[in-house]
């Protein structure tokens, strides 16, 4: 049949390309119709990346994602809102207040923060439990930021420095989000994340021992070893701040062990419990202010231990954040681990939260959540805010059943700021810095995590730990950045140094262990019971390097074939790799198949492994190389250099196998872009190309074909009637010979038109011979074919 040649094949031939498309290799069947796979094209590739009406109105519309749920918003919903509101907005006022200091600000800036985190998120939340707002690893961050840039340009006011960086941060991440970038963060790993939170957790922990117990003259912001240090070394300096602090401490986790303890003895009232635990924050904090304002009330101007003292009352603060060139000079080096910070702290908490009350986060949605809030706080005065994973666990466990509780948190946040001010100023600082203990204390990673992920990768033991030691030994910020870069470079080192397995096959078959009849008791032994029709061939490892059973016996599928599975991916890092193993395990294994072509001595390779004399008289047992069959399971792409190192390879061994060609069979290809690249370097066809007049019949297609009704369909039933007892396999494999050449009725369509006019359809493509559905086809195709040589 003759076809008119397109615009690409045009061009491809004014560029001296030579395509390899070669429809003569396809046979016509009587019984079963054939199915022509296309190429996918650019056009198709941009088609399905090019915006459309349709998905811009998406976009446009998950941006907001309330909208979808607030018309469906009731009593019962709010009731539950209400309750978790009232709860978190009950927590985040104490503990807003002593981050606040953590980020060496007024204790009222923790409090605008905390309104507007909560305030802005509903509207753009994905996650009905998470709770923005001031948190300590951020606050220590922007703490560190804020006294660097205090050290360069002191006419800065510090509240300033830390509403610029919330501005800066909060725009690159509202970028971020916007470009839905969110699986960005899919490159911290766990362990990155666990070293970071309990390195920081034991950094902040350092620096609140010494407030804690009235020490002066301590630097916290040293690195965490030296703050220890110096901190026991002052330990004789400690002030009346002690007995408050440490009381204040003790009495944070008595309380949530009582609670714990009854909870679990007294299930029915693990409610109630729970929410005594949960407001012991509020519980112990008006406990010590009331203490220290019995006592500090006749002595205003002396007070006997550090008191928070004056909060002004409102928004005293609300103005157009300054940002320029200089505020921004100050902690520009900073900007990365900020970013990397509330990154890590929202989209975990998020995430996890998501799976234990089964709904799914949009991580890019997310970011542009904590983007805005970070664009808009500053308005009023706040700093750099994320997602709080105390907070959200209360929130979680109150019963939150929208993000709308975050509006009847903001409300109990803005009460406090107008109605509760002059009570702050009895807040003592030694029980500010026992609640930042206490909240800090559970992000640490137990031992038993520890050891969990040395039972899950050894690997990522020592990652964790060099995170937590860079932390406690230098600093949060040189902390993430460790273990980001080791775990980068391990997923690196994985990559490029994976090795493929020759696989081989063995006999399979499905067995159930079923108990002897008579049998009394569970643990008695058992029969395995032998089931015939799930005999199968399995491929597995020759060296059994998957743990399989060594007595199992595994054997090439044939004298010169070989069956290869890559094990990550197959593109330019471990490409090369992949080759090299297969063609060293190929010349060990086979011979050349005409010694005599390998010429003088003079004119071999300088490399050649072949001996200076053959003698060709002597027996080489070995099999000829015949045909090499790769398994693409784990392959979804393939790029230039990868498809360059197979042509080189392919010529490499065509040259070995000389005056033969080797036969290369592809299974389990998934990708379509995969197969347009594989046919672009030459691969599918049978090679070498035909002579002019051989037809398709000088050799053996073997593809797989399906039925196109259920079992109770006619073309079933013709099945029956024409193969027997063969037709216990829906899908099977065929072996094709001496078919003719015209393709002219052959559909490019999935199916026929009419599905009731055939019996059977060919599942893949038959315009490509040597690309197959699974391995056990490519097995038989590659034995079929080796045998006609």
């Given at each position: ?5 397109t ?48 998905g ?50 007024p ?54 420095v ?28 766990l ?32 690195a965490?070893?030296?703050v ?58 008006l ?15 002396k007070?006997s231990?550090?008191l ?35 990154l ?38 706040a ?11 209360i ?5 939150v059943r ?23 100023y009895?807040?003592?600082n ?53 273990t ?20 081989g096959?063995?006999?399979i078959?499905?067995?159930?262990a ?12 058992a ?60 010349f ?13 001595i ?38 230039v ?8 390879v ?99 369509k ?5 599905p ?34």
């Open positions: 049949m003759t076809t008119t040649p615009i690409k094949d045009r061009l491809a031939k004014a560029v001296g390309y030579d395509s390899d498309d070669r429809d003569d290799d396809v046979p016509s069947i009587s019984n079963a119709d054939l199915f022509i796979e296309r190429e996918p094209t650019v056009g198709e590739f941009l088609a399905e990346i090019a915006p459309t009406i349709d811009v109105r998406r976009y446009v519309v998950g941006l907001f994602p309330f909208i979808t749920w607030i018309g469906k918003y009731n009593l019962t919903w709010f009731i539950g809102d209400l309750i978790a509101g009232v709860t978190v907005g009950a927590v985040v006022v104490p503990q807003g207040m002593a981050y606040a200091l953590l980020a060496q600000l204790v009222e800036y923790g409090l605008y923060t905390s309104f507007m985190g909560v305030l802005i998120y509903w509207f753009f939340a994905t996650s009905k439990d998470i709770t923005i707002g001031p948190v300590a690893v951020m606050s220590q961050v922007t703490g560190d930021v804020v006294l660097k840039a205090k050290a360069q340009i002191p006419e800065i006011d510090p509240h300033v830390a509403s610029a960086l919330a501005i800066i941060t909060g725009a690159i991440i509202v970028f971020l989000g916007l470009a839905r970038l969110g699986w960005l963060v899919e490159f911290i790993p362990p990155a994340i666990c070293a970071f939170m309990t390195g920081s957790g034991v950094n902040i922990i350092a620096g609140q021992v010494s407030k804690l117990m009235g020490i002066s003259g301590v630097n916290t912001r040293d965490p070893y030296l220890i240090i110096n901190t026991l070394k002052r330990l004789p300096d400690t002030k009346l701040d002690a007995a408050l602090g440490l009381t204040a401490l003790f009495m944070l986790y008595l309380i949530r062990g009582v609670c714990s303890y009854m909870s679990r003895k007294q299930p029915h009232r693990a409610k109630t419990y729970f929410f005594i635990s949960t407001l012991r924050t509020v519980f112990v904090i406990l010590y202010t009331a203490i220290s304002a019995g006592v500090n009330v006749k002595h205003k101007t007070p231990f550090s928070i003292k004056d909060v002004p009352r409102g928004f005293q603060h609300a103005a157009v954040p300054e940002v320029n060139k200089k505020i921004i000079t100050s902690f520009a080096s900073e900007i990365p681990a900020a970013v990397i910070v509330m890590i702290e929202h989209i975990s908490i998020s995430k996890s939260f998501g799976r234990v009350n089964n709904y799914v986060i949009d991580p890019s949605q997310e970011l542009v959540a904590i983007g805005v809030t970070n664009l808009l706080g500053p308005f009023l005065g700093y750099p805010a994320t997602g709080s994973f105390s907070r959200t666990a929130k979680s466990k109150a019963g929208t993000p709308f509780a975050g509006v009847i948190t903001a409300i109990v946040v803005l009460l406090a700021l107008y109605a509760l001010p002059a009570v702050f009895y807040i003592p030694a029980a500010l810095a026992a609640v930042i203990i206490h909240a800090v204390g559970d992000v640490i990673t137990p031992p038993k995590v520890i050891f969990q992920f040395w039972r899950v990768s050894p690997l990522e033991v020592p990652i964790f730990l060099a995170g937590v030691l860079v932390t406690v030994f230098s600093t949060i910020e040189n902390g993430i950045y460790t980001i870069g080791i775990s980068a470079a391990v997923l690196v080192w994985r990559l490029f140094l994976s090795r493929g397995r020759a696989l096959v063995a006999r078959r499905t067995a159930r079923n108990q002897k009849y008579g049998a009394g008791k569970a643990g008695d032994e029969v395995a019971e032998e089931s015939d029709q799930s005999l199968r061939t399995g491929f597995l490892p020759l060296e059994h390097e998957d743990g399989s059973n060594p007595r199992v016996v595994v054997q090439s599928p044939h004298p010169g074939i070989f069956i290869y599975r890559f094990a990550e991916g197959f593109n330019y890092p471990n490409a090369g790799l992949y080759m090299n193993h297969l063609t060293e395990m190929i060990k294994e086979t011979r050349r198949t005409d010694p005599v072509l390998l010429g003088k003079g004119d071999r390779p300088w490399n050649d492994s072949a001996p200076r004399k053959i003698n060709l008289e002597e027996a080489d047992t070995r099999p000829t190389l015949k045909a090499i069959i790769l398994d693409f399971s784990s392959v979804n792409n393939v790029d250099t990868a498809a360059q190192t197979l042509i080189d392919r010529n490499q061994l065509d040259r070995y196998a000389a005056p033969d060609t080797v036969d290369w069979h592809f299974a389990n290809i998934e990708n379509r872009w995969t197969k347009r690249a594989l046919a672009a370097a030459g691969f599918g066809y049978r090679s070498p190309k035909p002579n002019p007049g051989e037809g398709a019949g000088h050799w053996k297609t073997i593809f797989s074909i399906a039925d196109l009704g259920g079992s109770d369909s006619a073309a079933k039933a013709a099945e029956v009637a024409e193969l027997g007892d063969k037709t216990d396999k829906t899908v099977r494999e065929y072996d094709v010979e001496n078919a003719g050449s015209d393709i002219s009725r052959f559909s490019d999935d199916v026929p038109r009419n009731g006019s055939a019996q059977l359809v060919a599942v893949q493509g038959l315009n490509r011979p040597y690309f197959h559905f699974d391995l056990q086809e490519a097995v038989e195709s590659a034995i079929a074919n080796a045998d006609r040589k």
